[in-house]
């Protein structure tokens, strides 16, 4: 078993010697042994306890709180679970990073995109951003809608073409009447659009949402704060209070 001197601990471990020689003074890590000359030596087992007295201390826990750990009788089992506490904490705080990481990348690109790049056109690329997973939802929904809708028009013509009655496919071209509208309205109620002349976040008429030309990330809408007429970003609704609705 190796023998460490103060200075040889504290190396190994990363701290100061004057961090050793407190945590002594404090009864916390004893030497296991003296030289002849009265030097403290210290084992590879202290070596090992001073690194766990230093992860306890990165967790902020006091240095009574450290010794009371330590000397419990089910030390081990206290120091396993608030290591599996803290991998949790790092496991999360990994997540956070990598979803800002993958946020970042996305400006990024959006930028590319965008010729005459501004402070405002940031603004709305990081509004968009943000609302991205909302917005998502609600695609999902109108997508899910649409392909149950679908696949009850194509077994309806299918029924039709064997059969020769085509009234159970008349029943679901008028049930997909009866459903758009709804639709129509869920979509509106989870829409608002970013002018890119003034950067007015605000809601169109119905009408004109309904009808305005569009793009998979964009429609053509009259905005209610300049009147200008563009085609707009669109993302997750917001609060009313926070819209201006046309």
């Known amino acids: 078993m190796?023998?460490?001197t103060t200075g040889e601990l504290a190396k190994l471990a990363g701290v100061t010697v004057r961090t050793v020689q407190y945590y002594d003074s404090r009864g916390i890590l004893i030497p296991s042994d003296f030289s002849e000359g009265g030097r403290r030596l210290y084992t590879d087992d202290?070596?090992?306890?001073?690194?766990?007295?230093?992860?306890?201390?990165d967790l902020g826990l006091s240095l009574n709180h450290v010794g009371d750990i330590l000397e419990a009788y089910n030390a081990t089992s206290v120091i396993e679970l608030l290591l599996e506490e803290q991998k949790k904490t790092l496991e999360t705080?990994?997540?956070?990073?990598?979803?800002?990481?993958?946020?970042?990348s996305e400006i990024q690109k959006e930028m590319k995109s965008i010729a005459d790049f501004s402070v405002e056109n940031l603004g709305d690329i990081a509004y968009v951003m943000e609302n991205k997973k909302k917005l998502k939802k609600v695609y999902s929904v109108i997508l899910g809608v649409g392909l149950v809708l679908d696949g009850l028009e194509i077994g309806a013509v299918i029924y039709a073409l064997k059969t020769g009655n085509w009234?159970?496919?008349?029943?679901?071209?008028?049930?997909?009447?009866i459903v758009l509208f709804p639709i129509i309205n869920y979509y509106h109620k989870y829409t608002v659009y970013i002018c890119p002349e003034c950067h007015t976040v605000f809601k169109p008429k119905k009408s004109e949402f309904f009808w305005a030309n569009h793009?998979?990330?964009?429609?053509?809408?009259?905005?209610?704060?300049?009147?200008?007429?563009?085609?707009?970003?669109?993302?997750?609704g917001v609060a009313p209070e926070e819209v201006k609705e046309g």
């Open 2 to 4: 190796s023998n460490y």
């Open 46 to 57: 202290d070596l090992k306890k001073l690194r766990v007295i230093c992860f306890l201390r």
């Open 93 to 104: 705080e990994v997540a956070e990073r990598k979803e800002q990481l993958d946020r970042i």
């Open 167 to 177: 009234w159970l496919f008349a029943g679901v071209l008028l049930l997909m009447l």
């Open 215 to 236: 793009t998979p990330k964009t429609r053509k809408l009259t905005c209610t704060c300049c009147g200008k007429k563009s085609f707009c970003v669109e993302t997750y």
